[in-house]
């Protein structure tokens, strides 16, 4: 396995990053939706070109590889999103990737990131380590692991997010995001926007029962999810615990984490189809379903992050129905 030097994510890292992406992605867009009378502006990152943010992490990442480690490959770990955005990144830079994923992630998913090229390892997500099977692989192969969420590329790519969030809301004359509520999982998301927009209150959000970032903060130390935790169709959002990396920013810049139920979530996901004519998946609406259930305060200089859309048309189809 090769390992690039540990280090701290940076800010002019996220920077650098936003650079490297806008040369090859335009901007997703911010569009603006009104809750309780208040309007909102919400960043679409399910319109990235493989449905999720995951893109920017793995750009930034696989495009600072030697020339020697792209020729070894990678081997990332991931659900799904991280998956899409590692092979997507690979094929385009003509890298090996191989994804250790969940035998129980969304078949949409698994099958989007075959499309794209990459070899696929599954696991079993309550019994399995995927950390272990995944070095394992890159040791076997000599390849690179690119981690879903604690790694300082992948962080600082995601906070590129934030830069584009800052130069959108400038342009409409309506001056820095005040607040950014994101869905959270490992917190790479989180951590890169608390880099790219230091005046902003950044407000991480998680499925109930995978709460762990927010007891995190609570406890001002890394708390795992614990045991037997309750199915959530936020598959995105299930990392068993938030790592040191991304924690020793999160625990600086943001105040509290919040979590929402399942029907929360649904409402988030049939109002983004409605208003916004989206489609959401479950963990990318987790943000969204925070702040339509009141348990984070909302101006018009707050930011959501939909932060996926890579649902199976099936289990969307009966969301959309159950709220009729």
Known sequence: M??????????????????KIAAILPPTPLLPLEIAGTT?????????PVGAFKIRGAWHRLTDLSKAERAAGVVGVSSGNHAQGVAWAARQLGIAATIVMPSDAPPVKIEGTRALGAEIVTYD????????IA??????????????????????????AGIEIARQMAE?????????????????????????CPDAEIVPVEPEGWDDVKRSIAAGEIVDVG????????DSL???????????????????????SPCE????????????????????????AAVMAGKERADEATVVILSGGNTDPSAFAKVLTSGA
């Open 2 to 19: 090769t390992t690039q030097p540990m280090r701290s994510p940076t800010a002019e890292g996220v920077r650098r990053a936003a650079d």
């Open 135 to 160: 070095r394992s692989l890159a040791e076997e192969r000599g390849a690179t692991l690119v981690h879903a969420f604690a790694d300082p590329w992948v962080i600082e790519g995601q906070g590129s």
């Open 227 to 234: 045991p037997n935790p309750p199915p959530t169709a936020c």
């Open 40 to 48: 909102i502006w919400c960043k679409a990152e399910c319109l990235q």
């Open 172 to 196: 409409r004359g309506l001056g820095e995001p005040r607040r950014i509520v994101a869905p959270c999982g490992g917190g790479g998301l989180s951590g890169g926007l608390a880099l790219a």
């Open 125 to 132: 997500r309550l019994t399995g380590n995927r950390e272990q």
């Open 238 to 260: 299930q990392p068993m615990a938030t790592q040191q990396i991304n924690f020793a920013i999160i625990k600086e810049r943001c105040a509290y984490g919040l979590a929402v």
């Open 265 to 288: 979530v649904e409402a988030a996901q049939r109002l983004a189809f409605q208003r916004l004519r989206l489609v959401v998946e479950p963990g990318g609406a987790a943000a969204l």
